[in-house]
């Protein structure tokens, strides 16, 4: 059963702005980390904006001052909201959610930066 979904991917120019949301399972938001990552084809997955265990926030390098991760506790959904884009920024975006044991991954939702 799917427990993380994504949406708000879409085809943007450069300079624009998109909203990722991923909407989780109350028992999968209520104790997994979430994060978002990205994947583009030909590389590796790797973290774009994550919470710590003790709540606070990280960004990869290339995407600091542009992307911010929020999260609605009310709504078990957590978001993206991604400033500036540029074209090295698309890619699919996916969400996770981890714990020490396991952890999860959405469907992921593509994002593409071009004119």
């Known amino acids: 059963q799917v427990q993380l979904v994504e949406s708000g991917g879409g085809l943007v120019r450069p300079g624009g702005s998109l909203r990722l949301a991923c909407a989780a399972s109350?028992?999968?938001?209520?104790?997994?980390?979430m994060g978002w990552y990205h994947q583009a084809p030909g590389k590796q997955r790797e973290l774009v904006a994550g919470?710590?265990?003790?709540?606070?926030?990280n960004y990869a390098d290339s995407v600091k001052g542009r992307f911010t991760i929020s999260r609605d506790n009310a709504k078990n959904t957590v978001y993206l909201q991604m400033n500036s884009l540029k074209a090295e920024d698309t890619a699919v975006y996916y969400c996770?959610?981890?714990?020490?044991?396991?952890?999860?991954w959405g469907q992921g939702t593509q994002v593409t930066v071009s004119s």
């Open positions: 109350r028992s999968i938001f209520n104790n997994y980390v």
């Open positions: 919470f710590t265990s003790g709540g606070s926030t």
């Open positions: 996770n959610a981890w714990s020490r044991l396991v952890n999860f």
